[in-house]
């Protein structure tokens, strides 16, 4: 009984660390960590318990109390079940053109689902930036009529420093620190902060690249022709609150066809089965092959599982 966890809780994080075998690539190896392991299946359980515990310490919310979260379906699905244990109420509010299957992961959890309609114009699938700013709106009335608590991943310090020491201690722990670059799709931010901190405070001359849609290179200093693209949970041409420069090595674009491409050569040759942001981090990671040196080691994150965009044309 020794491995036995006391509830679902315990079982978030310590995610394998897998390598691609088919990527087409010469001279890196691109290892990949299956964030879809966590029971929430996506990277976002992770901050979701580090930031409820943080204010749980502080005093600030108690068993009954009612959570808040502006999401596009992860970070509230984590938030749903760590609310599950611990006897919160928990509403989330979110952009109806995000994935059927995340909404109903929400409701099964428990969750109230709070859902934004979409601008004129826009497109279910593509999250725009005047869509997120419209769920924002409507995140900020609720939690005054409600009284309600909001961990906010966008500002609360808790996204990246979770990271920091897990995620990234995790792949440090895996490789036995034999990496030399890193790769993240930028949402929040916390995931690649996180991560690059920890990588850089064990070996500086680790780099650490961002991704970002081909449409919107807002943080690379791109022309941002649209933030109406497919790879969801970010990419809206917005800074993050906590954002480092020093630890940026370099800024790589992928299109929404690179990103689907990939996540579908991924379920057919490597058997791995992943979401839009992991086909991009993934087609990101391949961009350097040619400027990486022979047998570098690349890891990148998936952030979640295909099976939350079985309503969408992500897989055929």
């Given at each position: 009984?020794?491995?036995?966890?006391?509830?679902?809780?315990?079982?978030?994080?310590?995610?394998?660390?897998?390598?691609?075998?088919?990527?087409?690539?010469?001279?890196?190896?691109?290892?990949?960590?299956?964030?879809?392991?966590?029971?929430?299946?996506?990277?976002?359980?992770?901050?979701?318990?580090?930031?409820?515990?943080?204010?749980?310490r502080k005093a600030i919310i108690k068993p009954g109390d009612t959570i808040i979260g502006k999401?596009?379906?992860?970070?509230?699905?984590?938030?749903?079940?760590?609310?599950?244990?611990?006897?919160?109420?928990?509403?989330?509010?979110?952009?109806?053109?995000?994935?059927?299957?995340?909404?109903?992961?929400?409701?099964?959890?428990?969750?109230?689902?709070?859902?934004?309609?979409?601008?004129?114009?826009?497109?279910?699938?593509?999250?725009?930036?005047?869509?997120?700013?419209?769920?924002?709106?409507?995140?900020?009335e609720l939690m005054e009529e409600l009284n309600a608590y909001r961990p906010n991943q966008y500002?609360?310090?808790?996204?990246?420093?979770?990271?920091?020491?897990?995620?990234?201690?995790?792949?440090?722990?895996?490789?036995?620190?034999?990496?030399?670059?890193?790769?993240?799709?930028?949402?929040?931010?916390?995931?690649f902060i996180g991560i690059s901190k920890a990588l850089k405070n064990f070996n500086d001359n680790?780099?650490?690249?961002?991704?970002?849609?081909?449409?919107?290179?807002?943080?690379?200093?791109?022309?941002?022709?649209?933030?109406?693209?497919?790879?969801?949970?970010?990419?809206?041409?917005?800074?993050?609150?906590?954002?480092?420069?020093?630890?940026?090595?370099?800024?790589?674009?992928?299109?929404?066809?690179?990103?689907?491409?990939?996540?579908?050569?991924?379920?057919?040759?490597?058997?791995?089965?992943?979401?839009?942001?992991?086909?991009?981090?993934?087609?990101?990671?391949?961009?350097?092959?040619?400027?990486?040196?022979?047998?570098?080691?690349?890891?990148?994150?998936?952030?979640?599982?295909?099976?939350?965009?079985?309503?969408?044309?992500?897989?055929?």
């Open positions: 009984m020794m491995d036995v966890k006391e509830n679902v809780l315990g079982a978030i994080g310590n995610t394998p660390l897998v390598k691609l075998n088919k990527t087409g690539c010469k001279n890196i190896e691109i290892y990949v960590k299956l964030e879809y392991y966590n029971p929430g299946l996506s990277v976002k359980d992770r901050i979701a318990i580090g930031m409820l515990e943080e204010a749980e999401t596009s379906g992860n970070t509230g699905i984590g938030l749903a079940i760590a609310c599950a244990v611990k006897g919160y109420k928990f509403v989330a509010v979110i952009s109806e053109g995000n994935s059927i299957e995340r909404q109903k992961m929400l409701r099964a959890m428990g969750a109230t689902v709070v859902l934004v309609p979409q601008l004129p114009g826009e497109k279910p699938g593509q999250i725009s930036r005047i869509d997120n700013e419209a769920v924002e709106r409507k995140t900020i500002s609360n310090p808790m996204n990246w420093k979770v990271h920091e020491k897990t995620t990234g201690r995790e792949i440090l722990e895996q490789t036995g620190g034999r990496i030399d670059a890193f790769v993240a799709y930028v949402g929040t931010g916390g995931t680790i780099k650490c690249y961002p991704v970002e849609p081909d449409v919107a290179p807002f943080l690379a200093g791109g022309k941002v022709i649209t933030t109406r693209h497919r790879i969801q949970g970010g990419g809206h041409a917005v800074k993050p609150p906590y954002w480092y420069e020093e630890l940026v090595d370099g800024y790589l674009a992928v299109s929404d066809e690179e990103a689907i491409k990939t996540a579908r050569n991924m379920a057919k040759e490597e058997g791995i089965f992943t979401g839009f942001s992991g086909g991009a981090n993934v087609a990101a990671s391949m961009k350097l092959d040619s400027s990486l040196d022979s047998g570098s080691v690349v890891v990148t994150i998936l952030p979640d599982t295909g099976l939350k965009y079985l309503s969408t044309d992500l897989y055929e």
